[in-house]
């Protein structure tokens, strides 16, 4: 077998693209190697379904399981997609190598069975058909094991020059920064979760060798779906508070709100165990959430409990001055 | 379409989809995002109403999985009343033989998504 490694003047750049023309012209290869077999394996493919309904043999010699024609074709071409699409910066791409994984596996079920099965001789086919399909998977893996040879090649070269940011995994830090701002987006409650999911997102992309555009168009996506993402969060995720939240209230009448949402925080906030809540106010702009703190001139002290029908606190009014953010 | 079910748009379904190919798998968002082709931010609002519903699960994958220096991922999973409304809309939206119908309905989500 050919050596194809990245020669060790190669910069790590250089050695990407060297890897990637070799993975390419490998893959032209491996079609045009693979034509004719395949067009074999499909042959001998039909006669085993046909055989099936007749007789139980063919399952228990395990030809069913030659994998079919037009999936190995598939793979070949989603491999090949891949590499059109490659991002092999810092190191090549696991979804690339997955595809010439899987690829040689089905090559080496078909060597194997040919191997083991007297294909021709059970099928009653001629033996130049299963011979090709045969011989085709063999020089198929061959060109699987080059491709797998030269994606392990992809390294830096001890005189290589040092790797960026991108290249270790860590995203860009103008990206990082502008998710954790426009978080803010979100509500308290959800905000750290959804901020971590997706900073962890961006840390695979930068893995994954996205460069800063890439990162920033990420960014971009998700900061123009935040408020999507706020809307579909549940009720209590969007309004309920934590124990060292904040008030909101509506802005200048005492406000309605409803305490079941807020039990906990409404109890800890008149225990004066807690120096603010937050509270939705089921006024004309319940859904804005304001801040207040106890001491600014926001909410100072829940005045009214409103009791049900049952007897249990329904809902508090709560004072409020000017609001504060 | 009952109160518990969301608008099952083109993206929605395609969601769906990739969550019933392995019904037993954890996946986060960014494995989502490349088997069913969506841009990254329609995504998680999908996620987000379909946990609310109770038709998706998730967690934070194990410290032992966190690579130094990386933030934790979410990991998703499709719940067994996930699995009777996704069946269910799915099947809707393929007699209804509208353009969801497509072999792209039921992406695979690619190895080692965990």
Not at chain 2, 66 to 94: F, H, M, N, Q
Request: glycine share 8%; with cysteine.
């Amino acid at each position: 077998m050919n050596e194809q490694r990245v020669p060790r003047w190669a910069t790590s750049v250089q050695s990407v693209d060297y890897v990637t023309s070799i993975v390419r012209d490998e893959v032209a290869r491996l079609e045009a190697e693979l034509s004719l077999p395949l067009s074999a394996l499909s042959a001998v493919g039909n006669h085993v379904e046909s055989m099936r309904h007749r007789s139980a043999r063919v399952d228990s010699l395990g030809l069913h399981l030659l994998p079919p024609a037009f999936y190995v074709e598939h793979c070949i071409a989603k491999l090949r997609a891949e590499i059109v699409g490659a991002r092999m910066v810092g190191r090549p791409s696991r979804r690339l190598r997955a595809r010439v994984g899987e690829l040689r596996e089905l090559l080496i079920a078909v060597v194997d069975i040919t191997a083991n099965v007297d294909v021709a001789g059970e099928l009653d086919l001629p033996f130049e058909l299963v011979s090709t399909a045969q011989s085709g998977a063999r020089s198929g893996i061959s060109c699987l094991d080059r491709i797998s040879q030269a994606l392990e090649s992809i390294h830096l070269p001890p005189n290589a020059e040092p790797r960026s940011d991108a290249e270790h995994g860590h995203p860009n830090r103008s990206a990082e920064w502008m998710l954790q701002v426009t978080g803010r987006i979100l509500p308290p409650l959800a905000r750290d979760r959804y901020v971590e999911e997706f900073r962890g997102e961006l840390y695979y992309l930068a893995e994954e060798g996205a460069n800063l555009g890439a990162q920033l168009a990420y960014v971009f996506r998700q900061v123009g779906r935040l408020w999507s993402t706020r809307r579909a969060l549940p009720e209590d995720l969007r309004y309920r508070a934590r124990d060292s939240g904040k008030v909101a209230a509506s802005r200048n009448q005492p406000a309605i709100v409803r305490a079941h949402y807020f039990s906990d925080v409404v109890r800890a906030y008149m225990d004066r165990r807690a120096a603010s809540a937050i509270i939705r106010a089921a006024s004309s702009n319940a859904k804005r959430e304001k801040v207040f703190r106890r001491g600014s001139r926001g909410a100072r002290s829940i005045v009214q409990v409103q009791h049900g029908r049952s007897g249990q606190k329904s809902s508090y009014a709560v004072t409020s001055g000017r609001h504060r953010r | 379409m009952s109160p518990s079910e969301p608008r099952m748009t083109r993206a929605t379904l395609l969601v769906l989809g990739a969550f019933m190919d392995d019904t037993s798998q954890e996946v986060y968002g960014s494995k989502i995002t490349e088997a069913v082709g969506l841009a990254s931010g329609t995504i998680h609002p999908i996620l987000a109403r379909f946990e609310a519903l109770g038709w998706l699960e998730s967690r934070w994958e194990e410290p032992g999985q966190v690579a130094l220096g990386r933030p934790r991922r979410r990991l998703y999973k499709i719940t067994p009343k996930g699995v009777v409304g996704a069946a269910r809309a799915l099947a809707r939206a393929e007699t209804k033989g509208s353009r969801f119908s497509s072999p792209q309905f039921s992406p695979r989500l690619a190895e080692g998504s965990t």
